[in-house]
């Protein structure tokens, strides 16, 4: 993959700069690279095919060494209010995982941003996400996971078949893009895949069928479909999709350098 120039924006700046004020503040040891609150919410950018793009951060506190980052990518509908999205993030954040939700859609100029189209020119600002994120000082660019929600999950499955950065995806409500054969799936990460039994706008039989080309291709994967289930996760279902997509990415994203992270339980994400 050729690698795009990303440029920082004066909202990463402000970020960085807020994450420096919260460690002073706070008065955390010297060897801690983020301090503050549990968890740090803010607001970052970057640029893809002349435009900013958003990304929404979630990043542990007290973590002395950098951390395993998860690119969150939202549906077809978009990050929206972000009662989903965020609420996915600081589940997965809460485990010691450094989590960016990308408004991926940003990056489009004009018309149906979710349209199949538009499949290539979204894989495209991806790749830049992952560019971006790897670059950070906190990021364990060794340490990169895809998580992909509904549209998410098949923009997640498309990058995570060309991009050896990528050590691990999540899935959630998605499929392969119809377009992709076996032959074109030679590689793929570790996978776990979950996916709701009565999901009428995704159907189950999607999640099944990316099961068996990864069982076609040798790749690693775990299915998980969860009974009465529709497309968006609810109450228990939601917590325990995050919860297993949390120790998913801990389980693959192990450090490749001999130092060992702090992974913390902070708070019981919110029921949704």
Known sequence: MQKRAVTTTFLHILFSLTLIASAVSMAKPANAII??????????AFQSNGRPVRVDMFVPRDQEHP???????HG????????????????????????????????IARGNRASVSRYY????????????VSSLHFVDSNRIGLFGYSLGAFQALERAHQDPRVRAVVVAAGGLDGRRSRDQLAFMPPT?????????????????????VLEAIGAPYELEITRGTAHVPRGQVFDFWMSRAA????????????YSTQTLLLRTPPRR
């Open 192 to 212: 776990l895949i979950l996916h709701g039994e009565r999901d009428g706008i995704v159907s189950v039989r999607r999640a099944h069928q990316v099961a068996q």
């Open 121 to 132: 020119e979204r894989d495209n600002i991806i790749a830049d996400a992952i560019d971006y």
């Open 247 to 258: 120790a998913f990415f801990h389980e693959n994203l192990t450090p490749l350098e001999s």
């Open 35 to 44: 301090a503050g609150p549990p968890v740090i919410d803010g607001i970052s």
């Open 67 to 73: 951390l395993p980052a998860v690119v969150l990518l």
């Open 76 to 107: 077809a509908s978009g990050i929206g209010g972000g009662h989903l999205i965020y609420a996915m993030a600081e589940a997965l954040a809460e485990t010691g995982l450094a989590v960016f939700a990308v408004h991926y859609f940003d990056g």
